[in-house]
């Protein structure tokens, strides 16, 4: 069997705010049911894997809570048990992952609180 290869990512930008599920495409992951397993993460954040077949990988990034993350994103970091670390195309599965604000609710307010 070949070293898996990872050669992109779905979506490429998430909040760090609340959990998203993401899609690696690629090549090399095996197919659910298999004997061995399937880990990814992100900058230190586990992405726990739903579904997985040889040319793709969806998992479940958790929100990044109480604290973001000291890197936000990047490359992921993809290994299977039974093949070791997969090659990855950093140009191409680059997650940006950060806090957002994306409303204030009420526009003004007082400043005396």
């Given at each position: 069997?070949?070293?898996?290869?990872?050669?992109?990512?779905?979506?490429?930008?998430?909040?760090?705010?609340?959990?998203?599920?993401?899609?690696?495409?690629?090549?090399?992951?095996?197919?659910?049911?298999?004997?061995?397993?399937?880990?990814?993460?992100?900058?230190?954040?586990?992405?726990?894997?739903?579904?997985?077949?040889?040319?793709?990988?969806?998992?479940?990034?958790?929100?990044?809570?109480?604290?973001?993350?000291?890197?936000?994103?990047?490359?992921?970091?993809?290994w299977r048990s039974t093949l070791g670390s997969?090659?990855?195309?950093?140009?191409?599965?680059?997650?940006?992952?950060?806090?957002?604000?994306?409303?204030?609710?009420?526009?003004?307010?007082?400043?005396?609180?």
């Amino acid at each position: 069997a070949a070293t898996p290869t990872v050669t992109a990512i779905a979506p490429a930008n998430v909040s760090a705010a609340v959990s998203a599920a993401v899609t690696l495409t690629g090549s090399g992951f095996g197919a659910d049911g298999a004997a061995d397993a399937v880990f990814v993460r992100f900058a230190g954040r586990a992405c726990a894997v739903t579904a997985r077949a040889d040319g793709e990988v969806v998992c479940w990034l958790p929100r990044a809570s109480p604290m973001p993350p000291a890197i936000a994103g990047g490359p992921p970091s993809v290994w299977r048990s039974t093949l070791g670390s997969a090659a990855v195309v950093e140009s191409a599965t680059t997650l940006t992952s950060e806090f957002q604000v994306l409303s204030v609710d009420p526009p003004a307010g007082s400043r005396a609180g």
